[in-house]
């Protein structure tokens, strides 16, 4: 793929976690490490993970290129110098659809962030400065949470914020017992029973009484 011409440079040094100085060894350990992670085939083809993966290949490319990383140098400092804020960043917005949900459910992360040339969604990677991203969470914390955090990055003034959201899993419980849903509990059937017997045992001591009774009045006539 020839890099002729940048209308928007992703930071690839950013991305890959390594420096603009970094050696070819240090840019292929980061390759490694990071296809790793986003390989489809460990994330069940999740189409996230997918563009992370292809991302990563790029960089990879690109930078391992003696010519095309020259190119791609000049194009990303020319970006910086004509579309830094000299202002702050700010997050003006960082929400998810849901913040109770399943293992393996859904969700929609949404963001708006302002003055910020590097965005990052911790644990997933960059992205760009606004947006919302389907992801699915597969695993929560020993405590059933799990944290997402935006990081928003003025690089030029070396300056990032944070904010975080925490999810929190939901568990399905079995459905209970048709028997007991209305919230009775499965001791008040057994005591209604009891209660029933008593009255029982009442007509049959009765019954008992009334024939004793009828015996000894033969008896005496």
Not at 55 to 77: F, I, P, S
Not at 142 to 162: E, P, Y
Not at 200 to 216: A, E, G
Request: glycine content about 4%.
């Amino acid at each position: 793929m020839e890099i002729t011409k940048f209308a928007s440079v992703k930071d690839y040094y950013y991305f890959l976690g390594i420096a603009r100085h970094a050696s070819a060894e240090d840019i292929k350990k980061a390759y490694r490490k990071l296809s790793l992670k986003y390989h489809p085939d460990k994330n069940d083809n999740d189409e996230f993970f997918s563009d992370r993966f292809r991302e990563v290949q790029e960089a990879y490319e690109t930078l391992t290129d003696a010519g095309r990383k020259k190119l791609y140098d000049q194009n990303l400092n020319n970006q910086q110098q004509n579309t830094r804020s000299v202002l702050p960043p700010k997050i003006k917005n960082f929400s998810v659809s849901k913040i109770r949900v399943q293992k393996g459910e859904e969700i929609t992360i949404y963001w708006n962030t302002y003055d910020a040339d590097i965005v990052k969604i911790v644990p997933f990677g960059l992205e760009k400065p606004n947006g919302e991203r389907r992801i699915r969470i597969k695993e929560f914390d020993t405590a059933g949470k799990f944290q997402i955090l935006l990081h928003a990055t003025n690089s030029l003034l070396h300056k990032t914020i944070v904010q975080g959201i925490t999810i929190t899993e939901l568990i399905d419980n079995s459905p209970k017992n048709d028997k007991y849903e209305s919230g009775e509990s499965i001791s008040e059937p057994v005591k209604r029973q009891k209660k029933e017997i008593k009255p029982q045992r009442m007509i049959s001591v009765f019954v008992f009484l009334i024939l004793l009774l009828m015996i000894i009045w033969l008896m005496l006539n």
